[in-house]
């Protein structure tokens, strides 16, 4: 018995020794890495783990390297990380602007989100809040908190949210009356009248707004379905335009039965004022004779306050607000703003932004092309778009600019 555990136990020292051999001779003849490269390796690998920990934590506020590729950007970068796009150049003398009411704090919070990750988180951009009331101070707070470039606040003096002098009280009473019983939506309210009177000629006369040269009016509740990888601003002054456009379409003619009278009436005044090169062919079948309603959609706009401030326009607005058809009728200010630029401006500065997918219930602007989506980061339902639709005027835009429909447009016609 003992002899045989002897015997098990040199078999086993016997296995172990050969094992031991066969080690040694296989490790000998491997090449063995460097200490320096293996070390080095360690570090590189340690390097991009740091560059994979840096892309998904940024640092608000943390600068990029000047040679850092836009393309490797941080997708997660704060505003002031966010690489600028090759045609940035110098900034414009411009402004987002927004008439709110404290209660419209989280739609308007939404669309702050909305154009700062879609556009202004490149270039910060100021935000102009105005208001009939005072904003308070959970309005400031949020919508401070929120876009990336100053937020300044004005409450509107009551001379421009008011009924001017000349306005028969009991008449536009009466008009409230009949369209509340035609049921035309805001057809009895009486601050929505304010509002489109206010859009339409003061506005841009806000002390506020005085300092700026452009504007982006932004209402509460729109959605931004794109990536403007460029400054709409820069563009609209480096290529001669005044105003800007992404929806269009008909207007209810029971809200402007003698606008267009009105309208004529200015002309004959002051010819001098009428464009040569106008659009007069959007607004008009006839050459003139009638308004086929047709107009842009105003909640969305990027213009320029110096042809808002220009005799030509303030002329013109002044003619309507004396014809008293803000409340003896229920005149917008999209149709008051998109036959002003038809007749007061060369058509050719007029823009339709295509890449900038809208919308503003009920309606959406969603590029047609496949590529421009893809490029742009768009989330948008092209079925949803109203470009092409039968109550759209966007395609008579075209028609008379000389511009090419984009491949596809026909599939999504009526």
Not at 8 to 22: C, G, W
Not at 158 to 178: G, L, M, N, V
Request: hydrophobic share 35%; charged share 25%.
């Amino acid at each position: 018995m003992a002899s045989g555990t002897a015997r098990y136990l040199r078999y086993i020292l016997f296995a172990f020794f050969a094992l031991a051999v066969l080690y040694f001779i296989s490790s000998s003849s491997i090449a063995r890495r460097p200490l320096s490269e293996t070390g080095h390796m360690l570090s590189e690998q340690a390097g991009h783990l740091k560059s994979s920990l840096d892309h998904k934590t940024a640092v608000v506020g943390a600068p990029q390297a000047q040679n850092t590729p836009a393309a490797n950007a941080p997708v997660a970068a704060a505003p002031a990380a966010a690489p600028r796009p090759v045609d940035a150049g110098p900034k414009q003398n411009a402004t987002f602007v927004t008439l709110a009411r404290n209660s419209d704090v989280w739609e308007i919070a939404r669309s702050i989100r909305q154009v700062e990750d879609r556009f202004n988180h490149r270039y910060h951009y100021d935000w102009v809040f105005l208001n009939d009331k005072p904003f308070d101070s959970q309005f400031k707070k949020v919508t401070t908190a929120l876009a990336s470039g100053k937020t300044r606040y004005g409450e509107i003096p009551r001379a421009h949210w008011s009924f001017p002098e000349f306005i028969d009280q009991e008449r536009a009473k009466k008009t409230r009356e009949e369209m509340a019983a035609k049921k035309v939506i805001y057809g009895d309210s009486v601050s929505y009248r304010h509002m489109c009177r206010f859009e339409s000629g003061f506005f841009f006369r806000q002390p506020l707004m005085q300092e700026y040269e452009w504007y982006w009016r932004v209402e509460p509740g729109i959605e931004l379905f794109c990536d403007i990888t460029y400054d709409a601003f820069k563009f609209m002054a480096d290529n001669k335009k005044k105003y800007s456009f992404v929806i269009s379409l008909y207007e209810y003619l029971e809200t402007i039965p003698t606008l267009w009278d009105s309208v004529k009436k200015f002309i004959n005044a002051h010819p001098e004022h009428i464009a040569k090169n106008n659009g007069m062919e959007f607004i008009s079948d006839d050459g003139g004779d009638t308004y086929n309603k047709c107009h842009f959609w105003s909640n969305f706009e990027i213009g320029n306050l110096n042809w808002l401030r220009s005799q030509a326009y303030l002329d013109y607005f002044e003619h309507l607000d004396r014809e008293g058809g803000f409340f003896y009728e229920r005149w917008g200010d999209a149709p008051v703003h998109s036959i002003a630029a038809s007749l007061l401006l060369d058509k050719s500065e007029i823009h339709f932004f295509n890449d900038i997918a809208y919308y503003h219930v009920p309606f959406t602007h969603c590029p047609t092309s496949d590529k421009v989506r893809t490029q742009n980061k768009c989330h948008c339902n092209p079925k949803d778009n109203f470009d092409w639709k039968g109550y759209s005027c966007t395609a008579r835009f075209f028609d008379i600019n000389g511009l090419e429909k984009p491949d596809g447009y026909e599939n999504q016609m009526d």
